[in-house]
């Protein structure tokens, strides 16, 4: 297997913010100086910037090189974790339109949250041992924790329909960032494409990433999420540019940033935290300069929704200086796509494991789902198959290791391979039937990483 750098370089010029008060008090923590660190492979005078004592030559160790991750099934057990016809809430199904997402309270409960295809919010709650047991025992809590479907017919105010994407948890407190998108169609807008029918209007859709908040008060295991801020201040991610009106949309796909992928914790070249938090968002229209791929956005502190800022899209001096702000009063520039002849649809997925000092990643093709590896979040290897399926027998894949929780993983953004590994996704049985599927994983070229006190981080 090819050799690559140790590490997830994130490299020197990344620590540039651009403004905002979270992210450069995060700068001001950073470790002075930087060196080069030499890429495994490469010949002659190719180089990387690297970042602190970790790309130093007294920490050369540091640089040498680790295989990869590979990824595959544990065995050939196939789980249903919740079935909509079988699991109800009295008459009502529960459907799965988007990915499940976990935390683990202050109290060390575990929610399991997902969307339906209205943008009601549900979840799921348990412990550890109630996640993992064949059956499973975690309980499906039949009140609502989101009502994202508002009908506001107004683009401008990015609060038509917000289905849960992101969740990070810290205090008492957990932020969900969503998928909001207004959609002419479910207006009956005579000047917008009707869905189910060929009739050469556009879509008039239009995309943002919005912030809800709940706050957790045990022993109430249930959270109810509200929107962060009045409409549509309570937005993370705006498009990058004001709704064109009707006539002027595109044909297909969504004008502006959404389906964002879990959030995760940034990494020095020694495997240690960087003091940031990492989202990618995908755009899917590739209207007005904004090309058709994912974007990386980074901050200092997620619980902020105004800390976000975007790649410039340099991988020699990486800068994170872009806020999309409300496009209605400002000017934006688009975001810079990273690896867009890879990311080619959503990147819903992204962990770190941390023997080999790589994040992996899980995307979907036509054919399979897929993973793919890198040590700096930039730059990705060729994808590897992990599940020949079509979209419909496995769509909206995630990873969730729910060993990590009581060791200060809460948001479930590393990988341990010790045998409570996951692959969630969607199983489309028939019109009006879906299932929560999930098959164990496991990182077969290491050995197990069981966490523990001591295990941090």
Request: proline share 6%.
């Amino acid at each position: 297997m090819p050799k690559v750098l140790a590490g997830a370089a994130l490299a020197a010029g990344m620590l540039a913010t651009g403004g905002g008060a979270a992210l450069m008090s995060a700068d001001s923590r950073s470790t002075a100086g930087s060196g080069i660190v030499r890429i495994a492979g490469e010949s002659g005078a190719a180089t990387r910037p690297g970042r602190g004592a970790s790309a130093t030559p007294e920490s050369a160790s540091l640089s040498s090189t680790l295989d990869a991750p590979t990824l595959g099934l544990a065995d050939s057990v196939i789980e249903t974790f919740h079935d909509s016809d079988t699991n109800l809430c009295g008459t009502q199904k529960v459907h799965i339109d988007g990915p499940v997402r976990a935390f683990e309270d202050q109290n060390n409960v575990i929610h399991l949250t997902v969307s339906d295809p209205n943008a009601t919010g549900w979840q799921w709650t348990g412990s550890v041992t109630g996640f993992t047991n064949n059956p499973k025992t975690a309980a499906l809590d039949c009140t609502p924790v989101m009502i994202g479907n508002s009908g506001n017919t107004d683009p401008s105010q990015f609060d038509q329909k917000t289905w849960i994407q992101a969740i990070h948890f810290a205090g008492s407190t957990v932020y969900a960032y969503g998928h909001q998108d207004y959609f002419g169609t479910r207006t009956n807008d005579p000047d917008c494409h009707d869905a189910g029918t060929t009739d050469g209007l556009p879509y008039c859709w239009y995309s943002s990433i919005p912030l809800w908040t709940a706050t957790v008060s045990p022993p109430d295991r249930h959270v109810d999420f509200s929107r962060s801020a009045a409409t549509p201040d309570h937005v993370a991610i705006y498009p990058h540019v004001a709704y064109p009106g009707d006539a002027n949309t595109t044909s297909a796909g969504w004008i502006g940033y959404g389906t964002p992928s879990n959030i995760i914790r940034g990494r020095n070249q020694d495997g240690t935290l960087d003091g940031y938090h990492y989202m990618f968002a995908y755009s899917s229209s590739n209207y007005a300069g904004q090309g058709k791929g994912v974007c990386l956005f980074r901050s200092a502190d997620p619980t902020d929704r105004t800390s976000w800022r975007a790649w410039d899209g340099s991988t020699a001096t990486p800068q994170f200086t872009q806020q999309m702000k409300n496009p209605y009063s400002n000017t934006n520039s688009a975001c810079a796509l990273v690896q867009p002849s890879l990311f080619k649809s959503y990147l819903r997925s992204v962990v770190w494991h941390k023997p080999s000092r790589h994040y992996i990643a899980i995307i979907r093709n036509s054919s399979a789902v897929q993973y793919t590896t890198s040590t700096d979040l930039l730059t990705w290897s060729e994808p590897q198959s992990l599940l020949v399926s079509t979209s419909a027998q496995a769509n909206y894949p995630v990873v969730i290791d729910f060993d990590g929780g009581d060791y200060g993983d809460s948001n479930f953004d590393r990988v341990y391979s010790n045998g409570k590994s996951y692959l969630f996704y969607r199983k489309s049985i028939a019109s009006g039937h879906t299932r929560i599927t999930r098959r164990k994983i496991a990182v077969t070229n290491y050995p197990a990483d069981p966490p523990g006190s001591f295990n941090p981080n």
